[in-house]
């Protein structure tokens, strides 16, 4: 099956025209609860170079918890597997702020991409320095991968989510009693809350992720992980990056993906596409629910599946 991939963009941006449910936008914070759920846009960056886009896809949207793929990579090439004695690598089953499990596993999150698992990323990330430069490391590092040096960060977002990150303060605080993370809660949450408020378009987004579509190679040469690192993050994306519906979002689109609350998803398709989808409504597990479709969609029509052959795929 060969299909033309600007026709398929063409057909799923009708298609999600007209979706009747649309979910419902995060409200947690002003700065995400003001943006206009009509909007959806989609890239595609394949592997032979080329980018297409459709519907809002130079728009910049809130990539949240999608920079924990961006953040997970820079730690562990700062502490490799050591990373392993303090962060879990299993699906939680349970909701991506949720603080139960973290009693029963004695302060080691179950994964890197839910929140408790970030917040000790962001902690090996901050590695003694003041969270200016963690940040700005974070920031140089998402604009190497992308190429492009616009990227920047939502400060006003960034603010919000410091006054309203009880939860989050409550993971930090119950993971420093257990000495899983190191340095002063508010420098760490300061550092993960200006990760979660950069903005990209989707355009940004899939070339920021061609690194996974390329088994950790940078396509403008050079290597970011090795070939088995890349292998790992999207096998974690695959698990994990949808929290308690990552088992619904294999089943359904069966590429690796990790999502962000302000209605974002990175999916990768090893040797082929990474894409990025947006549409800020968000279903009941808080993951985008035009883009989760839009992925469905996609996978359906091209064969694209880590569970298929190849050959089978257009
Ligand atoms: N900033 C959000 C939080 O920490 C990110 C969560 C998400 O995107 N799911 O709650």
Redesign the pocket.
Known sequence: MTIDLTDLITEITAAMAEAEDRGRVAT?IPELAKVDPAQFGIAIATADGRVLTGGDAETGFSI???SKVFALTLALGKVGDQLWDRVGREPSGNA??SITQLEHEQGIPRNPFI?AG?IVVADVNLGGHQPRVAIGEMLRFVRYLAGDDAIAINEAVATS?TAT?F??MALANYMRAFNNVHHPVDLVLGS??HQ?AIEMSCRQLALAGRYLMMDGRHPGGGRVVSPRRARRINALMLTCGH?DASGDFAFRVGIPGK????GGILAIVPGRASIAVWSPGLNAS?NSALGTAALEHLARRTGWSVFSPPEDAG
């Open positions: 947690y949240q918890s999608i991506f702020n929140n970030a989510e990150g939860r989050n993960y809350f979660c929290y999502s962000g609350v302000g808080g």
